[in-house]
């Protein structure tokens, strides 16, 4: 009788527990929503996300300016597909490249490039390639042809 009572129980709590449905409204002040607003806009300018580059030079002095320039614009030629950015962190002009959204990408790049440039990973704001846009085809057994 012991186990017929909660074979029972365990058959009935889940009829008992249904979903109901139902609408739900949620009232509140007006500058709450203004705020979401003005959060969401704020956030659709940022256009980094926190990721890692690699430093290859930090320059200070006489003709630092011009030297950070030399070496960003010879950096650029020797490889044409990575971006490379100049920082003025006073005293000094720093010279960063790529854009890594991983520590090991950016590992994987300066092995490549550590004959000739020095340098070392940081973290730093990144500028994230766009998500590429692919068309959606489906194929003939989603279209229900065999």
């Known amino acids: ?3 017929f009572c909660i074979a029972l ?3 009935a709590v889940p ?24 959060h969401i806009e ?3 300018r940022v256009k980094t996300i926190p990721g890692f580059r690699v430093q290859i030079a930090s320059l200070s002095g006489v003709n630092s300016k011009t030297n ?4 960003r614009d010879r950096f650029m030629l020797d490889y044409p597909g990575v971006q490379a950015y100049i920082v003025f962190d006073e005293p000094n002009f720093k ?3 790529g854009d890594f959204r991983t520590r090991l990408e950016a590992y994987a790049f300066l092995q490549q490039i550590k004959e000739t440039y020095k340098g070392y990973i940081i973290r730093d704001n990144i500028n994230p390639e766009p998500p590429v846009q692919e068309e959606y085809v489906p ?8």
């Open 68 to 71: 950070a320039f030399n070496l």
């Open 1 to 3: 009788m012991k186990h």
């Open 42 to 44: 704020l956030n659709s």
């Open 139 to 146: 194929d003939d057994q989603e279209l229900g042809n065999e």
């Open 95 to 97: 010279v960063k490249v």
């Open 15 to 38: 009829c008992l527990l249904a979903a109901q449905q139902g609408r739900v409204t949620v009232s509140g002040d007006v500058a709450v929503g203004q705020m979401v607003e003005k």
């Open 9 to 11: 129980l365990v058959l």
